[in-house]
């Protein structure tokens, strides 16, 4: 571990720079974050014959639930109602992750880590983006150690790919087929149910419905990004999909990116 709970200065805490919007985006981030064990469950199934890798993904997912912990902790500062252990037994119910398979649904393991990549991709810039936008000294300090961990685990799986690919090549083009069809996973039940565990209680007379909330999700999550973050998105999903991360084609692509994050913005805010 590169820090703990303890690294951080909880009594700089300042209710008065909570946003209400982002406070909700963190509550459903704890979430998903803390859920790391099945998916370590999965990926040591998948690289059974590799002990020295399994070892990395359990530290990777021991990371991951720190960063749950963490993002609880200052969620329930900033709301003390917030109940995150009834929230993630209620999430945890929602998803159904495939921990019983031997071999990666994405049909190589070359192809795992490019999913995994695309992952890491987000959420590094996830928490670039927050750590950039709020003003409360808690979240920017936790928001910073995330950013660096999560950079750090694409890594990780950037270099998993390498070993891989050698060994099972795939082509550029199924590389993006494959980041493609992890990014539009973000649809999903995981980011809408997370968003809706966290900020409604079990007694909420609100059902649950998987399109509203996770324009909800991406309503507060998409704000806080701004150009530089959208670029360092493009740039590392297209070295995961094996193209070049910087030049023509990552310019072009950064420029259409973030008009389409910027109108999809607007639409989410128009029909809030």
């Not at 021991?62 to 963490?70: L, V």
């Not at 031997?102 to 670039?128: D, H, K, L, P």
């Not at 991406?218 to 991360?245: C, N, S, T, W």
Request: aromatic letters at 12%; glycine letters at 4%.
């Amino acid at each position: 571990m590169r820090w703990t709970l303890d690294t951080i200065n909880w009594d700089a805490f300042d209710a008065s720079k909570v946003d209400p919007g982002l406070l909700s985006a963190v509550k459903a981030a704890a979430l998903v974050e803390f859920n790391a064990p099945d998916y370590v469950t999965y990926l040591c199934n998948v690289f059974s014959d590799r002990p020295e890798m399994k070892a990395d993904f359990r530290l990777w997912g021991a990371e991951e639930e720190q960063h749950g912990r963490a993002l609880a902790k200052w969620a329930k500062l900033a709301d003390p109602s917030f109940d995150f252990d009834d929230a993630f037994a209620r999430f945890r119910k929602m998803q159904n992750i495939e921990i019983g398979a031997v071999a990666s649904i994405r049909g190589s393991r070359a192809g795992e880590m490019v999913a995994r990549c695309v992952v890491e991709s987000g959420t590094s810039s996830f928490y670039t983006a927050i750590k950039d936008a709020t003003e409360e000294p808690c979240l920017k300090q936790v928001a910073t150690y995330l950013a660096a961990d999560e950079f750090a685990h694409y890594r990780l799986f950037y270099q998993t790919l390498k070993v891989f690919a050698a060994k099972e090549p795939i082509s550029p083009v199924n590389r993006m087929k494959i980041a493609i069809s992890r990014l539009n996973e973000a649809d999903d039940d995981e980011l809408a149910g997370a968003f809706y565990c966290a900020n409604h209680s079990a007694e909420s007379s609100i059902p649950y419905d998987r399109g509203r909330f996770a324009n909800a999700y991406f309503r507060e999550a998409l704000g806080v990004y701004r150009r530089q973050h959208i670029d360092r998105v493009v740039a590392m999903v297209l070295k995961a999909g094996g193209f070049a991360p910087h030049g023509w084609l990552s310019d072009r692509l950064c420029r259409v990116v973030w008009w389409m994050w910027t109108r999809r913005l607007a639409q989410l805010n128009a029909v809030a």
